[in-house]
């Protein structure tokens, strides 16, 4: 599987914006796929999740603001996010894993939310 990520950009606190994940491949629907981000200075860390035919799962500091969803047919993940904070600020990647052995990563997008 290969990923590619996009939709990252600029945007003032409170304001939105949509990240989208464009997966090439076969099999696309057998993976858990979800976004994860990792600011300055931090480690990376897991955004929001879901696996097939699965509930989406959500960090705490997301929940309500962010929505993750797929659709197998266009091999598409998105994350809608909403009500934007500073705090938000980082650089988001795209990951699809299947098992242990599987494991895919698209290259990162740049999120920056200004105060």
């Known amino acids: 599987v290969q990923l590619q990520a996009s939709g990252g950009g600029f945007v003032q606190t409170g304001g939105s914006l949509r990240l989208s994940c464009a997966a090439s491949g076969s099999m696309f629907s057998i993976y858990t796929v979800g976004w994860y981000r990792q600011a300055p200075g931090k480690q990376r860390e897991l955004v929001a999740m879901?696996?097939?035919?699965?509930?989406?799962m959500y960090t705490d500091s997301v929940t309500g603001r962010f929505t993750i969803s797929r659709n197998d047919n266009t091999k598409l993940v998105l994350l809608q996010m909403n009500s934007l904070k500073p705090e938000d600020t980082a650089v988001y990647y795209c990951n699809a894993h299947w098992g242990g052995a599987r494991n895919f990563w698209g290259q990162g997008t740049l999120v920056t939310v200004s105060s």
């Open positions: 879901i696996a097939p035919s699965d509930t989406p």
